[in-house]
């Protein structure tokens, strides 16, 4: 039986699946309600990739659509983009770019969100959502 699971919603458009994934972002979408219709803990990872899938605008239609679909306590992972194989030529996410995304999440009502791939980043560690207490350090 399967408990929980981390999908990676790697971008929220068509064309950037299509295009860098080779794949289609409906199904992906279709996984994760299934997943939580069948009450599987679930948790979100988006990769940011500079100039690719980083705009805010996109970013706020993702996270919308996450607090409308799946409910506000899913948790959503921001992961910083580091250049390497086949885009080599960007350069790493900048810090600043995966706070705003953060903002946004917690400003569209989604309670646990988190940065990734900074270590010590205060993004890292789990917030209650009521009184804005650590309650988790990593």
Known sequence: MLDAANIDLKGFTE???????????PPVLKTLKILKEEKIHI?????M???INDEMSLVREMCLWVKRELGSHTPIHFFRFYPL???RSLPPTPVSTLEEARAMALSCGLEYVYIGNIPGHEGGHTFCPRCNKMVIQR
């Open 15 to 25: 064309t950037f699946y299509r295009d860098l994934c080779s794949g289609e972002l």
């Open 43 to 47: 948790e979100i990872t988006n990769l």
């Open 85 to 87: 194989y086949k885009l």
């Open 49 to 51: 990739i500079p100039t």
